[in-house]
């Protein structure tokens, strides 16, 4: 059994990796490399899997995984720059792949017992990753 | 191959165990223990997997899922009571992953041939539950 | 210039009118004159409708509307039967046009200055009810 | 008759009035006032009003607003920064009211003949504004 | 206060003026010239304008508008060609546009007292036409 | 670690396999067999898995993945007859199960590596097909 919970945050980014020169960048991220950075709402859907407790019917309190859903990723991230602001991301080309395994990480050691099974982390209604275990 | 096929149901109901006291309901289950019930849009998603037949080109006829679905879940569901109105959910507290487990097992007993492998549950835009073979 | 606030809420119902017989009542309301109630995830629009102010780049200050919309609608209907819990509902039968014109003249009354400039209402993906000034 | 066409894009900002100190920008725009700004994947729907043409069956050719939209507007702000990219943003608070009006100004005039009737953007699924003759 | 309903259907077409030669319908319609059709699946929203009925709660009872879209207008169309087997579409070049027109005059005549305020039609999630009374 | 594409391509079809009678077709395919067709606005997902570069922090780049969609796929059935128009669904029935198999056939090919790891191709909002790996 698996419950979804899904978030949403917005957040700025720019694509750049300091190791390659300005065209290279451009040649890889395009438009996603522009100096002044852009931004994304994200959409975030956080997957627990166990079995269900015969006494409350949930696999998990839904409510404790919001909880820590807003500690954890979006008082961090939401209205920030992914570039600059954000702890977890510092030196991390801020992709949705590398975004989406550093909330995986950051989850999966506070929510504990393997529970956290997957993330899938959407950067547009047409792009997204997902991490899952 | 898997084939899904999407419904929507609206229903009411309460989230309470009978055997934990106002406060631990509360508690637990937060204002889904309203005494008076509320409710929901369901969205449902039966996910059925299976070799394509060569000369129909389909896993199975989605109309026939569809007449199941209609059937065994919505013509008992649609504009019920969960708590109350329900012969499958009798003493079965009514969150969304007690009732995708209910929904499985009943769907799966008529498909047969374990070709039902998925249940997905959605009790709002944010929360789902699903169910795996 | 007109700005909305685009919020949700989980509700039960059950469309009765006590001057009508049973099978009138049935006969206009259909499933939804079941007597255990049934329920839906709202979904609300608020518009307001004004000047910008050259000094906020703003109509109004979204974060206010959403704050009284909060204090207002979804603290009173969230996760509450609308027959039995809610004030502003009593004796009213709540279809969603009813609910509509109710929610409509509170955050009126509220927002003042004659802002507020339409209110829409989704019971479901598939009907939904608007009141306009 | 009124047509309609939706694009996309994504733009990143920073809500800040160099008139005001840092507390009342804080005050009035929230975590929108964050230094290093964050962003938002926007909808931009345009819509023309006028007579269907009888020979072609259409009010006007949707691929040459499509076109007129994508020179006009989704070539200088889609991966952008809203405050220090965009000409037309130049010394205005990029919130979705000023940005929705100035799109509007800059297609009324490149399609002309009043034939613009509105123009909506969303800056979330929660938040839009728009702007019509 | 005004009510609407939302129904989907699938069809084909292809758009072409016989009385263009085939490169002024290319330049004209584009793909949707192309000779052997494609499809799409249609959104249609009817709305509903007048005062609610006290004793009902309602504007009108959406159940029979329910009824009379899929009458006149579903049963007609859904998984149909709409140039070659929709009677009202006969010599009609079947653009967003003129389908919304027709479907305005077909309702409009069948639920009659002018109740009938507007008809909107997607062509796609990107594209859409609107008539209103 | 997985990334999705989403694109949307509309496509004209008709289900009917020509050793069946017209009886029998209309049996199992329903409306889909009305001899003229009609159409859908498919939604297809494509999926890729592996492990991230560390320079770029991508799996792939989703430009060349929407590059290759857009030449293999998009290029050959937007807008086209799935019957008649479409190589690579000559003599096959094209149901959502058949064109998914067909998609990923040459995608998996083109992309290589046996990077390609799902396609979901959606029919409707309500009907949809994926294969994997």
Same mark, same amino acid.
């Given at each position: 059994?698996?419950?979804?919970?899904?978030?949403? $945050? &917005?957040?700025?980014?720019?694509?750049?990796?300091p190791?390659?020169? %300005?065209?290279?960048?451009?040649?890889? $991220?395009?438009?996603?490399?522009?100096? &002044?950075?852009?931004g994304?709402?994200y959409?975030? %859907?956080?997957?627990?899997?166990?079995?269900?407790?015969?006494?409350?019917?949930m696999?998990?309190?839904?409510k %404790?995984?919001?909880?820590?859903?807003?500690e954890?990723v979006? &008082?961090?991230?939401?209205?920030?720059?992914?570039?600059?602001?954000?702890? $977890?991301?510092?030196?991390?080309?801020?992709?949705?792949?590398?975004?989406?395994?550093?909330? $995986? %990480?950051i989850?999966? &050691?506070?929510?504990?017992k393997g529970?956290?099974?997957?993330?899938?982390?959407?950067?547009?209604?047409?792009?997204?990753?997902?991490?899952c275990?």
């Amino acid at each position: 059994m698996t419950v979804t919970r899904r978030v949403t $945050f &917005s957040a700025g980014h720019r694509l750049h990796n300091p190791k390659f020169d %300005e065209q290279k960048n451009r040649e890889i $991220f395009g438009a996603c490399a522009n100096a &002044s950075g852009h931004g994304h709402n994200y959409r975030l %859907e956080v997957q627990v899997t166990g079995p269900v407790n015969a006494e409350t019917g949930m696999v998990v309190n839904l409510k %404790e995984i919001k909880q820590i859903i807003e500690e954890e990723v979006i &008082s961090k991230v939401d209205h920030k720059n992914l570039n600059t602001d954000v702890d $977890f991301m510092r030196n991390v080309i801020p992709t949705t792949e590398n975004l989406a395994v550093k909330i $995986f %990480e950051i989850l999966d &050691s506070r929510i504990g017992k393997g529970l956290l099974s997957r993330v899938v982390l959407w950067e547009s209604e047409n792009n997204r990753a997902e991490v899952c275990r």
